[in-house]
């Protein structure tokens, strides 16, 4: 054995009280006698952690941005401070409200329809019996989760576009054309439509896994009392996924605001910014489009901040609930 | 998710109207998934004529024609771009994967030194991700812009992924690392000789998750790549087709070639590495996540 773990110092506890090592090792050299106990496993985390200290922390720092009027060409420190200049602006511009409100139509539509869409699918699939046709259906759905958002934005385009597929059939059948791509007024229905179709199936998965854990004697006991199909469902499949559900609700309505960025960087040209600006884009154009990057910036940490606060609330809620929530108390 | 074929017997035999209803719902989302990633096969198979006389798009290419890939693949945008791509991906997977796992280990392990404060320090960047322009400050900063390692770098590990990892590492019975530990194997043996063997559904799944992040990835470059030669495929098939697509939308008509097969087929060849791997790793999906992810 190489490895002897601490507690070898004077004042230490005996050595023989084994796992692995004494719990009041707090002096200086106790730290030092155990970081290098633990050198190996620490050295392999160190690409790791010095990319969350660049990446993730480094950028925390870049977020002065917001309280400065920055010019590229002086950088963060020669650039002049504003204080809260930005946000005062911001809450003042008609632009940064109307991002608000449709990032806010998006994420209301994707939490009445997208979220029950997964649960339906996985019940749907609970409840067919061959393996076989189940394994098949669900590779196929799982499927969209892996292409990008360029691909599936033109699949929508070749599908539902002026001169696609459905187009197509409407004028075969000799029933005009609607338009649906680039129609301000069709936008929320098409982003949930594309929504659901890429992720649905992939977020089958916690479902089902879920559902695999549901106790078969309890079917079999509510069977005997006389339990029908919805009945069972509606008393034993739901409530023994209730946890899965209030957690992965919660999750939601913690992400509130976190709807995406890329499918709707793709799509803002097409209706125009009116509809299809949301605040993601709106930090996008104003920054690196207009060059207004200490304002984008502004906007991006307000969202941000936003963003911990509503984690943070739908934390609380889980646990008044008594769910786990997000992480644990 | 260990369930045999036949039905208990508690379940009874549904009506015929149920399972019927239960095989065309099953039809519709297949084909719902299918009917479109199949058109565009068939268009960007199709002969530019067979398009045409369609109005741009078909479901069985009449008379066969690769004129479309042989088209866009000597054009040399494309072939660069994609591989820019496989090389973007190849790295940054390798690396990505290295990282994580080493991470993952090391907060995996119970009582390393610093564990606790490390995974909360790793947990906090889940609740606050940085925005797009201080990551873009730090992209700056760092030297990074026109380099390939903008596109991977900054997305080295995905919290998600580390945790679902971690989780994995977590159910490998302690006993056996014990075990290995007694005969003299040191941390970095136990970790090549016992984890990663017994870890290797979770390994391919997550590999697969970054393949497909790093193949997928496009904003990136249009914000650090002032060359755009150096374009990935992702951006470029956003130059291409969503724009193009866009402008024909918009003019209602289309041109005299059948740029729907070319742009059918650009999107085939950004899907295609993506179809070909997929089966082989799609049987691990429910393993790796969902053992990991729900002990995290």
């Known amino acids: ?329 | 998710m260990s369930r045999t074929g036949a039905a208990p017997a508690w379940m009874g035999r549904p009506t015929v109207a149920v399972r019927a209803a239960k095989a065309v719902a099953l039809t519709v989302v297949v084909l719902l998934v299918v009917f479109p990633l199949w058109t565009v096969l068939a268009t960007s198979l199709a002969s530019p004529q067979t398009v045409i006389d369609n109005g741009g798009w078909v479901v069985w290419p009449g008379e066969f024609s690769f004129s479309a890939y042989t088209e866009i693949l000597q054009g040399g945008i494309i072939t660069r771009a994609m591989l820019v791509s496989a090389g973007i991906t190849l790295v940054g997977t390798a690396l990505s994967l290295a990282c994580t796992i080493g991470l993952a280990y090391t907060l995996s392990r119970p009582k390393v030194y610093g564990g606790k404060p490390l995974l909360l320090l790793v947990l906090f960047t889940f609740l606050f991700p940085p925005g797009m322009v201080p990551l873009f400050l730090v992209v700056q900063s760092a030297g990074l812009f026109d380099q390939y390692a903008a596109l991977i770098l900054p997305f080295l590990i995905n919290v998600f992924n580390l945790v679902v990892m971690r989780g994995f590492f977590q159910s490998i019975p302690p006993e056996l690392i014990d075990a290995a530990r007694i005969d003299g194997a040191g941390e970095l043996a136990i970790l090549r000789r016992i984890v990663l063997p017994l870890s290797k559904a979770v390994i391919a799944v997550i590999g697969l998750f970054y393949a497909v992040a790093y193949w997928n990835r496009f904003f990136e470059a249009i914000i650090y790549f002032n060359d755009q030669t150096k374009w990935p495929i992702g951006t470029v098939l956003r130059q291409y087709v969503t724009g193009g697509a866009s402008l024909a939308e918009t003019s209602g008509e289309l041109a005299t070639s059948s740029p729907q097969s070319v742009q059918m087929a650009v999107v085939m060849l950004a899907t295609l590495p993506i179809v070909c791997v997929y089966p082989f790793l799609q049987r691990y999906f429910v393993k790796g996540v969902v053992t990991g992810a729900l002990k995290a």
């Open chain 1, 1 to 329: 054995m190489t490895r002897v773990r601490g507690g070898a110092g004077g004042t230490s506890p005996p050595v023989e009280k084994p796992p692995p090592r004494p719990r009041d090792d707090s002096s200086r050299s106790g730290h030092l006698r155990r970081i290098r106990a633990d050198l190996v496993l620490l050295a392999v985390a160190v690409p790791g952690l010095v990319y969350f200290l660049v990446f993730h922390y480094g950028a925390l720092f870049g977020n002065v941005l917001a309280f400065q009027d920055f010019i590229p060409f002086l950088g963060v420190s020669g650039s002049e401070w504003v204080g809260l200049a930005h946000f005062e602006r911001m809450f003042g511009d008609a632009l940064f409200w109307n991002a608000v409100k449709n990032t806010l139509v998006i994420a209301a539509l994707q939490l009445v329809f997208f979220f029950p869409a997964p649960l339906a699918l996985a019940l749907l699939l609970n409840s067919v019996v061959g393996d076989t046709v189940r394994r098949f259906v669900q590779s196929v759905v799982y499927l969209p989760h892996f292409l990008s958002w360029v691909i599936v934005v033109a699949l929508f385009q070749q599908m539902l576009g002026g001169a696609g597929v459905l187009n197509g059939w409407l004028s075969d059948l000799g029933m005009g054309t609607v338009s649906i791509i680039g129609n301000p007024d069709a936008y929320g229905p098409l982003v949930i439509a594309q929504l659901i179709w890429k992720e649905c199936g992939w977020a089958t998965i916690i479902f089902l896994a879920a559902l695999s854990q549901v106790d078969e004697q309890q079917y079999e006991a509510a069977a005997l009392d006389g339990a029908g199909y919805w009945r069972r469902l509606w008393h034993v499949t739901l409530p023994a996924i209730r946890p899965v559900i209030a957690l992965l609700l919660v999750l939601r309505l913690g992400e509130f605001l976190s709807i995406g960025f890329e499918q709707f960087f793709l799509q803002r040209q097409s209706v125009g910014p009116e509809t299809g600006e949301v605040l993601e884009t709106f930090v996008y154009f104003t920054g690196f489009a207009g060059g207004d990057f200490g304002y984008a910036a502004a906007v991006g940490l307000f969202k941000g901040v936003i963003g911990v606060a509503l984690i943070y609330a739908a934390n609380k809620v889980a646990h008044r609930l008594g769910e786990q929530g997000v992480y644990q108390k």
